[in-house]
């Protein structure tokens, strides 16, 4: 129900509230909103697609502080983060207590839900029974490569109906660049009797065009597969929200 700030008939408990809402000392609670507004009421009348990120935000933390609603301070947050949940995603325990608020409960709550969404798409992804192209492949990849601060290598071994029989993480390195050892994709390769592998690497920098060594190692794999009957595919290289098929680019 909503406070009314008329001076006829208002309790004084109301009016101490509608005063510090008139001399701007503190907002509206959300206590104080029409029910449908609440984000847990609302949740529960209209669906979780009905709420924004800001109010889905909200009902984790539960509550806000002295200056902000729960809703507020989920707004200066997700700002703080770009408006990207995937940036979101990658701020720590030490990045979210700074917002005054936010103590290490409400920290690792935030940052075990957007973990447990990041699971979620990742098995969505493996749900999935065949690479059918590009795109298939980046819906697997990017959670595991797209957000990481440093470079990986993964390998996606495939049998002849193009299911994945196993995923691999082959090496891991710097900001610019890992190195990559050939008979360790293909010792893997001929034990889960994978007749074709994919070839996946990521970009912390965004850059989705490949490098001369990208080009080169491509190279050197697909040989060496040439000599095991295990097809190379593809090599694509994962940034946060695209990809570079080697493939589409006729690279291959």
């Known amino acids: 129900m909503l406070v009314s700030c008329s001076p006829a008939g208002i309790k004084y408990r109301q009016k101490i509230n509608c ?14 909103w ?35 609603n729960a809703v507020s301070l989920s707004q ?16 720590g325990l030490n990045e979210l207590t700074k917002y005054k608020g936010i103590g290490p409960a409400k920290a690792l709550t935030i940052i075990t839900a957007l ?4 699971r979620r798409r ?21 959670p595991i490569l797209g957000e990481l601060s440093h470079e990986e290598f993964w390998i996606l071994y495939l049998n002849n109906a193009n299911n994945v029989l196993a995923r691999e993480k082959i090496s891991t390195g710097g900001i610019t660049g890992t190195l990559v ?21 990521n970009h912390p920098s965004g850059a989705l065009k490949p490098s001369d060594s990208d080009l080169q190692l491509t190279r050197k794999i697909k040989e060496a597969g040439t000599i095991l009957d ?23």
Do not use: W
């Open 76 to 91: 200066k947050i997700l700002a703080g983060a770009e408006n990207n949940l995937q940036n979101l995603g990658r701020l």
């Open 115 to 118: 973990e447990l969404g990041r």
């Open 181 to 201: 050892d050939a008979r360790i994709i293909f010792k893997k390769g001929l034990e889960v009797m994978a007749t074709a592998v994919i070839l996946c690497h």
């Open 34 to 68: 029409k029910d449908d507004d609440k984000p847990r009421e609302k949740l529960m009348l209209k669906g979780k697609n009905a709420l924004s990120d800001a109010e889905l935000l909200a009902i984790l933390i539960g509550s806000g502080n002295t200056e902000d």
């Open 19 to 32: 005063d510090k809402m008139r001399n701007g000392n503190k907002p509206l609670g959300i206590k104080d």
């Open 230 to 252: 295990i097809r190379i595919l593809d090599h694509l290289i994962i940034t946060e929200s695209s990809f570079y098929s080697f493939a589409d680019e006729g690279k291959l």
């Open 122 to 142: 990742l098995e969505e992804a493996l749900s999935s029974p065949k690479i059918a192209g590009s795109k298939d492949v980046f819906e697997i990849m990017q």
